[in-house]
Structure formats: C-alpha cells, structure tokens
C-alpha cells in the first residue's frame, strides 16, 4: 500500500520558516518525479514545486520562487520543502505527490499518482 506522509506544518508569523517532509512507503520515490500542491479554503489546489528523480532538476511556481526550496533524500525515501519569509498569502493545506513519468516536471495535479493527505500551513500577519 502506497502511502505518503506529510509533516512539519503549523502556525507561524509572517517571515518566518518552515520545513515540511514527506516520507514515503510502498513506493520507492527514486522512481518518482516529487511534485508539492497547496489548497487554500475555497480554491483549487496550486502547484507550488517539483523535484526529478535525482534532485538535479527543480521548478517553482512563480508565487514561491526565491522563497521555498524543494529536495530530495532518496536513501530516506522522503522529500522536503523549505519555506522561507513566508506570507499570510501561504496558507494553505500543503500536499505532496508522485508522478512515475520521471522526465517530466509535472505542473497540474492530473499529473500525479499518488498523494498525502496533507499538513497545514497558517501564516499570522
């Protein structure tokens, strides 16, 4: 059974940092292209970044770009997301996910395989 894991949300001010995992079982994610989402209440998940198979290619939704970095630890079979100088505007319930057509850097959740069920993420102004 596939599973993936998501930690390290919680309440933080404005500016500040978190680091968000996601360890995996049942799969392994050298296999697997490692996308990140987030939902807000009320709207549709977004794309927020995506590893490759090695953690030699990374993109980043323009939103988060210079602010969050994405990486991998294949020997951990988990995946990371740093979030730095974060916003009000970041909150959200943030997601990972794989996609096992490793040569892409998939954008849009139809995308993807399989999915945690999320950690949540609140940024006080």
């Known amino acids: 059974q596939v599973q993936l894991v998501e930690s390290g949300g919680g309440l933080v001010q404005a500016g500040g940092s978190l680091r968000l995992s996601c360890a995996a079982s049942g799969l392994t994610i050298r296999s697997y292209t490692m996308g990140w989402f987030r939902q807000a209440p009320g709207k549709e998940r977004e794309f927020v970044a995506v590893?490759?198979?090695?953690?030699?290619?990374?993109y980043y939704a323009d939103s988060v770009k210079g602010r969050f970095t994405t990486s991998r630890d294949n020997a951990k079979n988990t995946v990371y997301l740093q979030m730095n100088t974060l916003k009000p505007e970041d909150t959200a319930v943030y997601y990972c996910?794989?996609?096992?057509?490793?040569?892409?850097?998939?954008?849009?959740?139809?995308?993807?395989?399989?999915w945690g069920q999320g950690t949540q993420v609140t940024v006080s102004s």
């Open positions: 996910a794989a996609d096992g057509r490793i040569i892409v850097l998939a954008t849009t959740p139809e995308e993807y395989d399989y």
């Open positions: 590893v490759s198979t090695t953690g030699s290619r990374t």
